[in-house]
């Protein structure tokens, strides 16, 4: 086991024997065992830079021209198949072209090799978007008529029930009675037609929102300048 020599001059910890540097702090134990060098003058300004860029390389993936050739190819090949009356063999070529369409989009999505195919992959990302804003709205719409359309009929019936209620309301005043009763069923029956209406104009709201809401995933972002500073 290795004694210890002395103590560090900086932490007073106890150096090992033949140690160049403290072992707790990192103090060299002679000032000769260091040496400092200044940077050379002709390293300490500006110098060339030279900039390397990575090109990505996808392996495993066909061009995306080649794909739009075949599947366009297939599916007029499909077309032809289809009016001569073989419906296997159509339907077998379609779905390979098919097929062949979703591998262009996948490949144009990640290496678009022609600005046709980025053109084409856009406005199909375009088509679908607003093919589900579209599907969405209509839902959202559907749904909402048939609740409101639900507590319309609801308050239809109370307007209904309300009006007999008032004819009896008239029968009882008619023979000296107050209508106490009566008054309170039709209180009742207005404070339910209006809470329906509520509920109804709340639907009516809710399903706009979501509906702007989604709107606005598809409009296309507008580019504004700022105005110029005076």
Avoid at 19 to 32: L, M, N, Q, W
Wanted: glycine share 8%; hydrophobic share 45%; with cysteine.
């Amino acid at each position: 086991m290795t004694e210890p020599s002395s103590e560090c001059r900086s932490c007073g910890a106890p150096i090992p024997k033949d140690a160049r540097f403290c072992p707790s702090c990192g103090t060299p134990v002679s000032d000769a065992d260091t040496v400092r060098a200044e940077v050379p003058i002709a390293e300490t300004g500006p110098v060339p830079v030279s900039v390397q860029r990575a090109s990505p390389r996808w392996f495993g993936l066909a061009p995306p021209t080649a794909l739009f050739a075949l599947a366009a190819a297939l599916l007029v090949v499909a077309l032809i198949l289809l009016a001569t009356g073989n419906w296997v063999a159509g339907l077998v070529v379609l779905g390979l072209a098919l097929l062949l369409a979703a591998g262009f989009l996948e490949a144009g999505r990640r290496k678009p090799d022609a600005p046709v195919v980025r053109a084409s992959v856009d406005a199909v990302d375009t088509v679908r978007a607003r093919a589900g804003f579209t599907a969405q709205a209509f839902l959202t719409r559907s749904s909402a008529r048939r609740e409101i359309g639900r507590r319309r009929a609801e308050a239809f019936r109370l307007s209904s029930e309300r009006d007999g209620i008032l004819r009896e309301l008239g029968g009882a005043v008619y023979a000296g009675g107050d209508g106490a009763a009566e008054r309170e069923r039709v209180a009742a029956v207005d404070e339910r037609i209006s809470e329906l209406e509520r509920e109804a104009a709340e639907i009516a709201a809710q399903a706009r929102n979501r509906v702007e809401e989604a709107r606005l995933h598809v409009q296309p972002t507008e580019v504004r300048r700022p105005a110029e500073p005076d």
